[in-house]
């Protein structure tokens, strides 16, 4: 079965300091990878995905991730963080050729002035 | 352009009532997935549908049903409510092939 893990449940970073958010997946074959940022009472907006190709993918904001097929990561990263970047993050993955697109837990960002 | 509407944004539900989430897209995608929110487990997959008249369970179906009459539209069913449905229930739709999901507003329900 596949499965999604972020194990930072919380993560406080200083305006303009990078950030990386961290993504580990299960899945046996070929995943499609996805970034999802919300903010508080929002539904969820695509920062960025992968399909297949080039390894570093770039989103919006600013924020990019880099597909490590053999460490079975995905982390997403922002060279320098904006206080408007403090939102949930949540990394998700589905197959190929699969219906199911399964979450990770999220990682709450806070952003210190 | 909506693209992705649920509807009510807010519901508070007595124990044992009954409702229907309404989810309703325009963006003439063929697959639809409901999923719960908690704090700390992300979004899990409740129903979902990769098309009319076809539907599937996904990780937690318990207590919920789901139909899929038409493309645009696909309601979730609370029969019979307990206090731990209580969550945010998000709505996504997507395209075929290499597509990502694209979600609602969210429901939020309070059972008590």
């Known amino acids: 079965a596949q499965s999604v893990t972020q194990p930072d449940i919380h993560i406080t970073v200083s305006e303009g300091a990078s950030l990386e958010l961290r993504c580990n997946y299960s899945?046996?074959?070929?995943?499609?990878l996805f970034w999802y940022v919300q903010s508080p009472g929002q539904g969820l907006q695509l920062l960025l995905k992968?399909?297949?190709?080039?390894?570093l993918v770039q989103g919006i904001k600013g924020f990019e991730a880099e597909f490590k097929r053999s460490q079975s990561s995905f982390n997403l990263r922002k060279p320098s963080v904006h206080w408007s970047d403090a939102a949930e993050y949540f990394c998700?993955?589905?197959?190929?050729?699969?219906?199911?697109?399964?979450f990770g837990g999220g990682t709450r960002v806070l952003v210190k002035p | 352009n909506a693209g992705v509407t649920q509807t009510p944004k807010f519901q508070v539900l007595k124990t044992g009532q009954s409702m229907t989430l309404q989810c309703a897209q325009d963006?003439?995608?063929?697959?639809m997935s409901w999923y719960r929110q908690d704090p700390g487990m992300g979004l899990r997959l409740i129903h979902y549908s990769v098309g009319a008249g076809i539907t599937d369970q996904g990780e937690v179906p318990n207590g919920y049903n789901v139909s899929r009459s038409t493309t645009e539209d696909f309601p979730l069913r609370l029969l019979s409510a307990a206090p731990s449905q209580t969550s945010v229930y998000f709505c996504a739709t997507r395209g075929g092939g290499r597509t990502e999901a694209f979600f609602g507003q969210g429901t939020r329900l309070t059972v008590v």
């Open positions: 992968y399909f297949s190709g080039d390894t």
């Open positions: 899945y046996g074959a070929t995943p499609y």
């Open positions: 998700a993955v589905r197959g190929a050729a699969g219906n199911k697109l399964t």
């Open positions: 963006m003439n995608h063929e697959y």
